[in-house]
């Protein structure tokens, strides 16, 4: 079982402020994907970053794939209420003959007004 | 175009009953999941359905069955529902096995 570690847990942010999360592991992804859970709803997929290093933008977020593919941050500038809810990483890697996704745990994200 | 489709939204069973919960989607995708939500414990997937035909447990199968009914369909079967099964379930739907996922709205559980 692949292992994907989220931080922090919570987060609580006045509006305005910039924030950065993490998700990490011990094993190589073939990609990762981050999705935002808003509250009472399922997850809805953000991105998908592939190569290490790539860096992509969606709008006042930042998602970064590390070099080794092996972890990834996710950096909020300027932080708005609507931004609340949870943030979960998954990453895809290859075993038993087919790719397959494991989740982590998630970074639940409260932003003040 | 609904995307991932779940029903019931919400249900409340007595220990010992049994109910299906139903899931479809219409992006032709190859792939569905059941997993289930609790606080703390994050998404735990219970079973999943590479391609028509064919499931497979997840993590956590133990008190569920399910039935891949067409490319479409999946759903979930709980026959003898516990209280340790309260919870959010969600369905989820990718083009293959460990891809981008799809999930549905999900369904509240309760068993009292």
């Known amino acids: 079982t692949q292992l994907l570690e989220q931080s922090p847990q919570f987060l609580s942010i006045q509006e305005g402020e910039n924030l950065t999360v993490y998700c990490n592991s011990s094993?190589?992804?073939?990609?990762l994907q981050w999705y935002r859970q808003e509250p009472g709803e399922g997850p809805v997929l953000l991105v998908t970053?592939?190569?290490?290093?790539e860096v992509k933008k969606l709008k006042r977020l930042t998602f970064q794939f590390g070099d080794a593919r092996k972890d990834s941050s996710l950096h909020i500038t300027a932080a708005q209420p609507g931004d609340t809810g949870l943030y979960l990483c998954a990453g895809s890697y290859s075993g038993a003959g087919s790719y397959q996704l494991t989740f982590g745990k998630g970074t639940k994200l409260s932003v003040i007004p | 175009n609904a995307g991932v489709t779940q029903t019931p939204k919400f249900q409340v069973l007595k220990t010992g009953q049994s109910m299906t919960l139903q899931c479809a989607q219409d992006?032709?995708?190859?792939?569905m999941y059941w997993y289930r939500q609790d606080p703390g414990m994050g998404l735990r997937l219970i079973y999943y359905?590479?391609?028509?035909?064919?499931?497979d447990k997840g993590e956590v199968p133990n008190g569920y069955n399910v039935s891949r009914l067409n490319k479409r369909e999946f759903s979930l079967r709980l026959e003898s529902a516990a209280p340790s099964q309260t919870s959010v379930y969600f369905c989820?739907?990718?083009?293959?096995?460990?891809?981008?996922?799809?999930f549905g709205p999900g369904t509240r559980l309760t068993v009292t």
């Open positions: 989820a739907s990718s083009a293959r096995r460990g891809w981008e996922q799809y």
């Open positions: 992006m032709n995708h190859n792939s």
């Open positions: 094993s190589v992804f073939s990609s």
């Open positions: 970053v592939v190569t290490g290093g």
């Open positions: 359905s590479a391609s028509e035909g064919t499931t």
